[in-house]
């Protein structure tokens, strides 16, 4: 059984569009599974099987962040898009993960129910594996309600609801250097709320991170994995956002 990810090669995959030759390829696939929650907007000008397609978040439509206002912004080489509709960075709640993972599962075993065995087996394991990192984060972001952060990035909204984070997102970039406009609207969070530390995506440019230290706030990166990691896996990523969580809130 071979698994594809169309989008490895995207530098944001919310926001690629396949070619015609990966459509037909994906029309062609036994299996289809979108992550959902809005997350591949091209689904709404692609045709595609829907006897094989697999929207992982369909179950948990309940839990799913919907999105106050579309705001309009540029991601360096990406161009204009907009952040709006629903919040679709789900697997940063382990459970919400966890539920992902099963609507996998029993779409693998209905499709190839002579493996029902080994995908049992391998969905236990990774149920473990996220109910351990679940506890893990819980315990990381314990003091969450008494300190007040700093996202520079609306891309947090499953993470502070699982953990009950207080704080509010901006729109920098890790890569580009703040304009002295962006510069004044934290200083009014600030003076709102006082907050410490920032949480960024990766790691920002050095000149950003020594003037946010000059005004005593601190910088953090919890990574949300949009990517495939260089290393490890999305797990091993989520771990290393739960020791950065921990260094911000003293867990």
Same mark, same amino acid.
């Given at each position: 059984?071979?698994?594809?990810?169309?989008?490895?090669?995207?530098?944001?995959?919310?926001?690629?569009?396949?070619?015609?030759?990966?459509?037909?390829?994906?029309?062609?696939?036994?299996?289809?599974?979108?992550?959902?929650?809005?997350?591949?907007?091209?689904?709404?000008?692609?045709?595609?099987?829907?006897?094989?397609?697999?929207?992982?978040?369909?179950?948990?439509?309940?839990?799913?962040?919907?999105?106050?206002?579309?705001?309009?912004?540029?991601?360096?080489?990406e161009g204009d898009h907009e952040h709006a509709g629903t919040a679709f960075t789900?697997?940063?709640?382990?459970?919400?993960?966890?539920?992902?993972?099963?609507?996998?599962?029993?779409?693998?075993?209905?499709?190839?129910?002579?493996?029902?065995?080994?995908?049992?087996?391998? &969905? /236990?394991?990774?149920? #473990?594996?996220?109910?351990?990192?679940? =506890? !893990?984060?819980? *315990? $990381? %972001? @314990?003091?969450?309600?008494?300190?007040?952060?700093?996202?520079?990035?609306?891309?947090?909204?499953?993470?502070?609801?699982?953990?009950?984070?207080?704080?509010?997102?901006?729109?920098?970039?890790?890569?580009?250097?703040?304009?002295?406009?962006?510069?004044?609207?934290?200083?009014?969070? &600030? /003076?709102?709320?006082? #907050?410490?530390?920032?949480?960024?995506? =990766? !790691?920002?440019? *050095? $000149? %950003? @991170?020594?003037?946010?230290?000059?005004?005593?706030?601190r910088s953090a990166v919890v990574d949300p994995c949009a990517t495939p990691p260089?290393e490890g896996d999305l797990l091993a990523v989520l771990r290393r956002n739960a020791?950065?969580?921990?260094?911000?809130?003293?867990?």
């Amino acid at each position: 059984m071979a698994v594809r990810f169309r989008a490895a090669g995207a530098p944001d995959p919310a926001y690629w569009r396949p070619a015609a030759e990966e459509v037909v390829a994906m029309q062609e696939a036994d299996l289809i599974v979108v992550n959902g929650a809005g997350y591949e907007r091209w689904l709404e000008d692609v045709s595609l099987p829907t006897s094989r397609l697999v929207d992982t978040t369909a179950g948990s439509r309940h839990r799913l962040i919907a999105l106050d206002a579309a705001l309009t912004h540029s991601h360096g080489t990406e161009g204009d898009h907009e952040h709006a509709g629903t919040a679709f960075t789900t697997w940063l709640d382990p459970t919400l993960l966890i539920e992902q993972a099963r609507a996998a599962a029993a779409a693998l075993e209905r499709r190839w129910p002579e493996h029902a065995a080994t995908f049992g087996q391998g &969905l /236990a394991a990774l149920e #473990a594996d996220l109910e351990a990192l679940d =506890a !893990e984060l819980a *315990a $990381a %972001t @314990a003091g969450a309600a008494e300190q007040p952060v700093v996202f520079s990035h609306p891309v947090y909204q499953y993470l502070e609801q699982r953990y009950g984070l207080a704080g509010d997102s901006l729109h920098w970039e890790p890569g580009e250097a703040p304009d002295e406009a962006r510069w004044a609207e934290l200083e009014k969070l &600030l /003076a709102r709320h006082g #907050a410490r530390w920032m949480i960024w995506e =990766a !790691e920002p440019l *050095a $000149a %950003t @991170a020594e003037r946010l230290a000059a005004a005593g706030v601190r910088s953090a990166v919890v990574d949300p994995c949009a990517t495939p990691p260089g290393e490890g896996d999305l797990l091993a990523v989520l771990r290393r956002n739960a020791e950065s969580l921990r260094a911000v809130y003293g867990g």
